[in-house]
C-alpha cells in the first residue's frame, strides 16, 4: 500500500494535527511547565472556548476563529480569577501540591456541569465555509477544516513564544519560573508575574477551543479524551519550552498520522505515547528541556 | 362582658377541633386507601459522553410515565420512575442497580442507554432474578441467556450479524459484482461487535476484505484514515463509529474525494438532527442503518403524537429536537413492560416475564415479539439512504424523502441512488 503520494499526504495531515496540538497544549505548557500548576481543568477549559465561540457564531454568525480571539480577553479574566484564589486558598499556605490538584479537579467538575446546564448534552456544531473543503497543492490534499486551526495554532505559538521571549512581562515569566526569589529581590512582584502568565495559558487555550469546535463537533465531557495528549506534548516538549511544545506537537502528530497511514490507526497513540517513552529515556528533561 | 367572650371563644375553639379532627380522619382514609405506586428503577446516562441520548430516553418514559398516570396509572396504582445519573461509566451501574432493588425496593428494573451500561447490571439482575427491560443493548443476553431479558431494539436474533447484514445483502445485489472491502470502526465495544458481525456476513457473501482496522477513540483527524482507505481502492466501505467519529469519517471522506460504490453501515449519530443539520447535503448518498425514520412505511399509531410531545419538550431539554432515533424506542420499551404488568395484574417477575415472553405488544414502533434470546424474534433493521437533502433546514429531516428505506423489502420506501458518486450529484 506504500506510495510516495501517501506519505507525502500523511506527513501533511500530521503536521496539520501537529499545529492544532500545539495550540491545545500552549495552556498547560505555560501553567504546567513555567508555572508549575498542575492545571488538571485545563481540557475543560478547551471546551468552554469551543461552546463560548459556538455561543458567539450561533448568536451573531460570526467566524468561529474570530469568536475565539474576541473571546480571549474573558478568559484571561477568567484566568486571573481563577489564579487568584488558588493563590489565596493553596499557593499562599503552602499546600498547593494535593490540594490545589483537588482545586481544579473540582473545577473541572463545576464548569463541566455549567457546560451541562446551560447547553444540555447534545453534540454542538458549526458552519464554517472552510470546513469540509480541501485544496490540491500537487498532489497533496489540504483539508481546510486541519488548516485553519493548524495556522491560528503555529501564530499562537510564536506570538506567545515571542511574547515570552521580548516583552518586560514576557521574561518575568520565564523569571519567575526559574527563581521567584530572585524576581521578588529585583522589585518584580512573583504573585503578579504569575497571574499574568496564568490567565495568557487560559486565554490561549480557550482559543485552542475554538480550534476544536471548528475541527468536529463537541460535547460538554469531551475534553477529557485530551488530558493525556497535552501533557505528554508538554513533557516531550521540555517543561516551560514554548518552541518545545510546537516542535513535539508536530512529532506526535505526523508519528499518529504516519501510523494511521500505514500500519493501522489502532497503533496510532501507542507509537505517539512509545516515541514519548523513548524521548524521555534518552533526554529525560524532553527535547527543548533545562 | 368578658364572661360572654370566654364563652364565645369556647364555642368556637370546639367547634375548630370538631372540624380538625374530621379531617384528620377523611385525611388519613384517604392515605390508607391510595394504592402504593408501582416503581420502576434505572440507571441513565445523564452526563458523560452518552447524554445526548440518555437524557432524551429519560424523557421519553417520563412522556410514557405521565400519560399512564392520567389514565390511571398501572392496576389503579401511579407508576414512579427512580432513576440515577450513571453518568457514562459502566462502573457506577453495579452499585446503581443493587441500591434499585435492595434499598429502593423498586417492583421492576430496566436498562440504561447503550451496551456498555447494561452489561454491568446484568449480573446483579439475574441473580435476583428481576424481569429487564433492555434499551440498545448489543447482544447483552448471548452469553447469559436470561429468560427475562428482553431487548427493544428491532435486531434479532442475531444481534451482531444484523448491523450489517443488510448493508452487505444490498452491496451483493449490485451488478456489476462489487468484490473489494473496507472494514473500519472505532476502538470499542460497539464497532467491535459491529465489524465482528460484518466479517461473519462478509464470509457468507464472499466479499475481498483489502482493509480492516480500528483507530482509537479520542482520534481526532480521520483524514490520514480515509486515504488509505482510498489507497486501496475499495467498492464498498462499512464503518462502524461513534457519533463524533461518523460526523469525523463523512467530512475526511469529503475532503480528501473517498468515492466507494457503497459507503456507510453502522455509524451511529447520522441519524441526530444536531449533525444531519450541520452536515447537510454532505450526508447524501450514504446508505446506513437505522431503527426508525418518519417514512409512510414506519407510520404506526401513535408515533406523531408521541413525537409532538417529546418535540415539544427537547429544544429546552437540550436534547436531539427531532427524536427519530432513540426516544421512540424508550417509550416503547415501557409501553411493552405496562402492557405486562397491566394485563396479568401482577408485579410477580416470573408472571410478568413469562407474560412479555409469549405474547407480542403493539407499540408506537410497531409489533414487538420477542424471541428465545430476548430479542426481537424477527430482525426487522432498517437499511435507508439518505437523500435529496438540501442546505441545513431541521425541517426537511422531520418528514419523509430524506432517510428512505432500501431493505427489508416490507418496509421499503424509495429506491437505492447508485453509485454514492451519483447520489452526491
Redesign the interface.
Known amino acids: 500500500m506504500f506510495s510516495f503520494e501517501l506519505l507525502l499526504n500523511a506527513v501533511a495531515a500530521g503536521l496539520l494535527l501537529g499545529g492544532f496540538y500545539a495550540a491545545v497544549s500552549l495552556g498547560i505548557s505555560v501553567a504546567f511547565g513555567l508555572l508549575e500548576i498542575a492545571n488538571i481543568a485545563h481540557p475543560v477549559f478547551i471546551i468552554a472556548g469551543a461552546y463560548a465561540a459556538y455561543a458567539l457564531h450561533t448568536a451573531f454568525a460570526l467566524d468561529p476563529i474570530l469568536a475565539g480571539l474576541l473571546l480571549t480577553p474573558l478568559f484571561y479574566g477568567l484566568g486571573v480569577v481563577i489564579y487568584r484564589l488558588y493563590y489565596v486558598s493553596f499557593e499562599q499556605r503552602g499546600e498547593e501540591s494535593l490540594r490545589g490538584l483537588v482545586f481544579f479537579f473540582g473545577l473541572m467538575f463545576i464548569v463541566e456541569v455549567a457546560l451541562l446546564l446551560v447547553y444540555g448534552v447534545d453534540y454542538r456544531m458549526i458552519e464554517a465555509p472552510y470546513i469540509g473543503r480541501s485544496v490540491l497543492i500537487g498532489p497533496v490534499g489540504i483539508s481546510l477544516r486541519l488548516f485553519v486551526p493548524c495556522v491560528v495554532g503555529v501564530i499562537l505559538t510564536l506570538a506567545v513564544y515571542l511574547f515570552l521571549a521580548k516583552t518586560f512581562y514576557g521574561k518575568a515569566i520565564m523569571g519567575v519560573s526559574q527563581d521567584s526569589l530572585a524576581l521578588r529581590l529585583m522589585g518584580a512582584d512573583p504573585v503578579h508575574i504569575k497571574t499574568i502568565a496564568f490567565g495568557l495559558g487560559v486565554a490561549t487555550t480557550s482559543l485552542a477551543g475554538a480550534l476544536l469546535i471548528v475541527i468536529g463537533p463537541v460535547e460538554p465531557a469531551m475534553g477529557r479524551e485530551y488530558i493525556g495528549r497535552v501533557f505528554a506534548i508538554t513533557v516531550l516538549g521540555g517543561m516551560g519550552s514554548i518552541s518545545g511544545t510546537l516542535v513535539a506537537a508536530l512529532i506526535l502528530g505526523v508519528a499518529e498520522s504516519l501510523t494511521a497511514t500505514f500500519s493501522g490507526p489502532s497503533w496510532a497513540l501507542a507509537v505517539s505515547f512509545g516515541l514519548l517513552l523513548f524521548a524521555l529515556a534518552v533526554r529525560p528533561s524532553g527535547l527543548f528541556g533545562r | 362582658m368578658i364572661h360572654q367572650c370566654r364563652g364565645r371563644i369556647r364555642v368556637w375553639a370546639r367547634g375548630g377541633v370538631r372540624l380538625g379532627a374530621i379531617v384528620l380522619v377523611i385525611a388519613l382514609a384517604s392515605v390508607s386507601q391510595a394504592a402504593p405506586p408501582i416503581r420502576i428503577g434505572l440507571g441513565m446516562a ?4 452518552l ?2 441520548n ?2 432524551a430516553a429519560l424523557m421519553a418514559m417520563e412522556i410514557w410515565r405521565d400519560e399512564v398516570n392520567q389514565k390511571g396509572g398501572l392496576m389503579g396504582r401511579p407508576v414512579e420512575l427512580v432513576y440515577y445519573d450513571d453518568q ?1 461509566k459502566p462502573a457506577t451501574v453495579p452499585g446503581i442497580y443493587s441500591k434499585l432493588l435492595d434499598v429502593d425496593n423498586v417492583d421492576f428494573v430496566v436498562s440504561g442507554y447503550g451496551t456498555n451500561l447494561i452489561a454491568p447490571a446484568m449480573p446483579i439482575v439475574i441473580e435476583r432474578q428481576r424481569v429487564f427491560m433492555s434499551l440498545f443493548g448489543l447482544a447483552n443476553n448471548e452469553k447469559f441467556n436470561y429468560p427475562y431479558y428482553f431487548q427493544i431494539a428491532p435486531m434479532g436474533p442475531s444481534p451482531g450479524q444484523e448491523f450489517s447484514r443488510a448493508f452487505f445483502e444490498l452491496a451483493a445485489q449490485q451488478n456489476p459484482k462489487l468484490r473489494r472491502v473496507v472494514l ?1 470502526g472505532a ?1 470499542a465495544e460497539y464497532p467491535h461487535n459491529a465489524l465482528a458481525g460484518a466479517r461473519e456476513n462478509l464470509k457468507k457473501l464472499g466479499f475481498e476484505v483489502v482493509y480492516d ?9 480521520f ?3 480515509v ?2 482507505i482510498k ?2 481502492n475499495p467498492d464498498v466501505v462499512f464503518v462502524a463509529s461513534y ?2 467519529d461518523s ?2 469519517m463523512v ?2 471522506a ?4 473517498l468515492r466507494p460504490k457503497l459507503f456507510g453501515g453502522g455509524m451511529v ?1 447520522l441519524q ?1 438532527a ?2 444531519q443539520t ?2 447537510g447535503a ?1 450526508l447524501n448518498g450514504i446508505v446506513n442503518y437505522d431503527f426508525w425514520v418518519p417514512e409512510p412505511s414506519l407510520n404506526f399509531p401513535g408515533i406523531n403524537e408521541f413525537l409532538k410531545k417529546y418535540q415539544a419538550q427537547a429544544e429546552k ?4 429536537p427531532l427524536g427519530h432515533y432513540l426516544p421512540p424506542w424508550a417509550y416503547a420499551m415501557m409501553q411493552v413492560l405496562g402492557q405486562a404488568i397491566e394485563a396479568t395484574r401482577s408485579t410477580d417477575q416470573k408472571t410478568v416475564g413469562d407474560y412479555i415472553r409469549a405474547k407480542a405488544f403493539e407499540t408506537i414502533v410497531g409489533k414487538v415479539k420477542f424471541g428465545a434470546s430476548g430479542e426481537w424474534e424477527k430482525a426487522r433493521m432498517l437499511l435507508v439512504q439518505y437523500q435529496n437533502i438540501t442546505g ?1 433546514d431541521l425541517n426537511q429531516f422531520a418528514g419523509p424523502g430524506r432517510r428512505v428505506v432500501l431493505l427489508p423489502a416490507e418496509w421499503k420506501s424509495g429506491t437505492l441512488l447508485y453509485p454514492y458518486a451519483e447520489a452526491l450529484k
Open positions: 445523564l452526563t458523560g459522553g447524554a445526548a440518555g437524557k457514562t473500519v476502538d482496522s480500528t483507530y482509537p477513540p479520542a482520534t481526532v483527524d483524514t490520514p484514515i486515504r488509505a489507497a486501496t457519533p463524533p460526523v469525523g467530512l475526511a469529503h475532503e480528501v474525494g449519530g441526530f444536531a449533525f450541520k452536515l454532505k431539554a437540550g436534547v436531539d441545513t
